[in-house]
């Protein structure tokens, strides 16, 4: 197996030299692009697109067909591991993914197991085998699940929540079974990434989207010993290439050098986090992934510019310092794209990234 044409997002997280920063957003295949609008409509429901490895293929490549972006991500959703767990995913409209069963009783809890990627979610692994195809080795493919902690939220809230009180409760009066909760999602997820790495994916993301809700202590006891758990069961390569992992925590800067230590390769910092300083923090132990604030690319072309090449010289003028060379950067946001976004400022940050010279 060889390394796609253009490789400088993979260099990159492996701390490799690159030709210049590579750059791709989360989220990027979205409701900001009209074509992908088009697409969903044709397939009925976001479900149905994620469900349908042709759909899913079709708005994986429609970013790159519109932006020089360095690497595409697998269309799904994180919520497809507990939907395959029995908990009835579904979309109820203007109020976002809702499960029928959401997990409240000890029965259930216990009864709780880890599904078969290759039987329950065998259309997202025939998604990124396809859209492996489709790429033709242009750019790698990225795959990726949501960690143990953020899957038992949606889990255990029945859906998303402002407060995690439910979730929260059961930490503080019976962890017992939330860590029962999150030993049987690390194994799913561990699984199901691992799988998609088979199937095709060169690199996977972990987002631990509501980690950063958590207290400090929790925080470790909770959401980043399960992430561990799943990096050490990860396959590190395949087809004699290197298969980098990247842990994404949004809220999770003060815990950045302990991310760093939990054997992934690369760590996403949300835009609260100055990625200097983080550069400084870490050294050359890990590539660090980020952080754009979505927000600002509702500003004005040169503001979106400005602001682009502000965190490339933040990040270029620590990384020397911390003898990390000009690598070890993927510019990205610092959490998905806002559905509103105007597509010709992404055009605008695109441009601003891979034009940018160190000075």
Excluded at 104 to 122: G, K, M, N, V
Excluded at 302 to 314: K, P
Aim: hydrophobic letters at 40%.
């Amino acid at each position: 197996m060889t390394r796609p044409k253009n490789d400088n997002f993979l260099r990159a997280l492996l701390r490799e030299p690159v030709d210049r920063t590579p750059l791709w957003l989360m989220r990027q295949a979205g409701r900001y692009l009209p074509e992908y609008n088009e697409t969903r409509r044709r397939a009925g429901n976001f479900l149905a697109l994620c469900k349908n490895p042709g759909y899913a293929c079709e708005v994986t490549l429609q970013p790159l067909a519109r932006y020089d972006l360095d690497a595409a991500i697998l269309f799904s959703d994180i919520l497809t591991v507990p939907d395959a767990m029995g908990l009835g995913l579904y979309f109820a409209d203007g109020e976002g993914p809702k499960f029928e069963r959401p997990l409240r009783e000890e029965w259930a809890i216990r009864d709780l197991t880890a599904p078969d990627p290759y039987d329950h979610l065998r259309y997202v692994l025939d998604a990124v085998a396809e859209i492996r195809r489709a790429l033709n080795n242009s750019v790698p493919l990225i795959g990726f699940s949501g960690s143990p902690f953020t899957l038992a939220c949606y889990m255990v809230e029945g859906g998303g929540s402002a407060d995690f009180r439910t979730v929260k409760t059961m930490l503080y009066d019976r962890p017992d079974l939330l860590h029962h909760i999150l030993q049987v999602n690390a194994e799913a997820v561990t699984n199901y990434l691992n799988a998609q790495i088979e199937s095709g994916a060169q690199a996977v993301q972990i987002f631990d989207t509501w980690g950063g809700a958590l207290s400090h202590a929790a925080y470790r006891e909770f959401s980043l010993e399960y992430m561990q758990r799943v990096i050490a069961g990860l396959k590190k390569t395949h087809d004699g290439e290197r298969i980098p992992c990247i842990v994404f925590t949004k809220g999770g800067g003060q815990w950045l050098e302990a991310i760093a230590a939990s054997g992934c390769d690369a760590v996403g910092l949300d835009w609260t986090t100055d990625i200097g300083d983080a550069r400084r923090r870490v050294g050359d132990r890990v590539a660090l992934q980020g952080n754009f604030d979505p927000m600002a690319l509702f500003a004005s072309p040169a503001a979106v510019a400005a602001e682009a090449t502000r965190i490339l010289d933040n990040y270029c003028g620590a990384a020397g310092a911390a003898g990390a060379g000009n690598t070890g950067h993927v510019f990205n946001l610092g959490h998905g794209i806002n559905q509103h976004t105007p597509p010709d400022n992404v055009s605008v940050l695109v441009e601003t990234v891979h034009g940018y010279k160190n000075k």
